[in-house]
T-cell receptor
Framework: AQSVSQHNHHVILSEAASLELGCNYSYGGTVNLFWYVQYPGQHLQLLLKYFSGDPLVKGIKGFEAEFIKSKFSFNLRKPSVQWSDTAEYFCAVSGGSQGNLIFGKGTKLSVKP | EPEVTQTPSHQVTQMGQEVILRCVPISNHLYFYWYRQILGQKVEFLVSFYNNEISEKSEIFDDQFSVERPDGSNFTLKIRSTKLEDSAMYFC????????????FGQGTRLTVV
């Protein structure tokens, strides 16, 4: 069965610290990979996506993620976080001809000013 | 910027009552989705809808759920007889295509069944 695992439930960082959020997926075919962010009180917004090509993808607000096929991973990174990055981050996968997303449980990021 | 809008933002209903959650997808999008998130749990896929019919549904989407696109703009989720465990945040999303495209999400409707 398809599944997505996010290893960290809650991450607390100080401003300017580097961030890496883990995401592993289980899926039997070609996958599309996504990171969504949900700022407090707002809707889910796409940070970045991977469909094919360069496994290192860059998204908005300085975020990037690397698709490592051999590890079934799609970790999210940012070299220097800001207080405004405080949010919940969701990794998601879709595959084949279907557009429906399978989400991880989410990682809550708190950045201390 | 176009956005997906959902109404109401919060609905409280008694167990056994029917509820209809409403969504207006982005106008040129062709695929529509409902997801839900029970407090403290994952965002879960419920159903996808394309060309006026369900294209895929999850195990959660049983006979008490139905979706409809009653006119050219609205996309609704009906829960026929609500149960306590239906309490969750329900998200509507839409995308231009079914795959290889970004899904845009609404702000959600918080459903509380009492």
């Amino acid at each position: 069965a398809q599944s997505v695992s996010q290893h960290n439930h809650h991450v607390i960082l100080s401003e300017a610290a580097s961030l890496e959020l883990g995401c592993n997926y289980s899926y039997g075919g070609t996958v599309n990979l996504f990171w969504y962010v949900q700022y407090p009180g707002q809707h889910l917004q796409l940070l970045l996506k991977y469909f094919s090509g360069d496994p290192l993808v860059k998204g908005i607000k300085g975020f990037e993620a690397e698709f490592i096929k051999s590890k079934f991973s799609f970790n999210l990174r940012k070299p220097s976080v800001q207080w405004s990055d405080t949010a919940e981050y969701f990794c998601a996968v879709s595959g084949g001809s279907q557009g429906n997303l399978i989400f991880g449980k989410g990682t809550k990021l708190s950045v201390k000013p | 910027e176009p956005e997906v809008t959902q109404t109401p933002s919060h609905q409280v209903t008694q167990m056994g009552q029917e509820v209809i959650l409403r969504c207006v997808p982005i106008s040129n999008h062709l695929y529509f989705y409902w997801y839900r998130q029970i407090l403290g749990q994952k965002v879960e896929f419920l159903v996808s809808f394309y060309n006026n019919e369900i294209s895929e549904k999850s195990e959660i989407f049983d006979d008490q759920f139905s979706v409809e696109r009653p006119d050219g703009s609205n996309f609704t989720l009906k829960i026929r007889s609500t149960k306590l465990e239906d309490s969750a945040m329900y998200f509507c999303a839409s995308s231009v295509l079914g795959t290889h495209t970004e899904a845009f999400f609404g702000q959600g409707t918080r459903l509380t069944v009492v």
